[in-house]
């Protein structure tokens, strides 16, 4: 079964740190992840998408990286603000459709 | 910018009602997406949708139906709402096949009293 974990469930750091969400996923067969944001009782706004052929993207404070061998993904986001505060969650795509990670539970505190 | 508009932000139903639940996108996507979002679940494939008139059954299909007459247009319909299906349900779109970079409504809190 295609699984994605999240670690850490949740986060809080002081404003200015610079801090790593790490996704992992079962089976390395993927075509894409993405990494989306999501606000309390919102939508979720997509971050970063990374082809299965690409090590990285970058996008402003944000920079995501792939390593399909060992099925892992981290969003790097540096000098923190407060908002940034959101869940922000993981998507694996395999072809049809996409599996979700739980999300981490990132705050940002001033 | 791609943008995916769901008809509701807030619902509120009684048991037994007939819900439609509507998503439009405006960028010409082939596909469309409908997932439930609940706390300690996360989200759930409910059906998906590659081309008009087609749809395919995600991973909790149970008591929805889905609808694309249109290609811009995909509904979601509870036939009979119950308590269970209170949730948060959330619309996406892609383009291509395998699906490219998926960009979402900005969901609908449905609650089923």
């Known amino acids: 079964k295609q699984e994605v974990t999240q670690i850490p469930a949740a986060l809080s750091v002081p404003e200015g740190e610079n801090l790593v969400l790490n996704c992992s996923f079962t089976d390395s067969a993927i075509y894409n992840l993405q990494w989306f944001r999501q606000d309390p009782g919102k939508g979720l706004t997509s971050l970063l998408l990374i082809q299965s052929s690409q090590r990285e993207q970058t996008s402003g404070r944000l920079n995501a990286s792939l390593d399909k061998s060992s099925g892992r993904s981290t969003l790097y986001i540096a000098a923190s603000q407060p908002g940034d505060s959101a869940t922000y969650l993981c998507?694996?795509?395999?072809?049809?459709?996409?599996?979700f990670g739980p999300g981490t539970r990132l705050s940002v505190l001033p | 910018d791609v943008k995916v508009t769901q008809s509701s932000r807030y619902l509120v139903k009684r048991t037994g009602e007939k819900v439609f639940l509507e998503c439009v996108q405006d960028?010409?996507?082939?596909?469309m997406f409908w997932y439930r979002q609940d706390p300690g679940l996360g989200l759930r494939l409910i059906y998906f949708?590659?081309?008009?008139?087609?749809?395919e059954k995600g991973d909790i299909p149970e008591g929805y139906s889905v609808s694309r007459e249109k290609k811009e247009r995909f509904s979601l319909i509870l036939e009979s709402a119950s308590t269970n299906q209170t949730s948060m349900y959330l619309c996406a779109s892609s383009l291509g096949l395998p699906p490219t970079e998926a960009f979402f409504g900005q969901g609908t809190r449905l609650t089923v009293v």
């Open positions: 960028m010409d996507h082939e596909n």
């Open positions: 998507a694996v795509n395999y072809g049809q459709n996409f599996v």
């Open positions: 949708s590659y081309d008009v008139k087609m749809k």
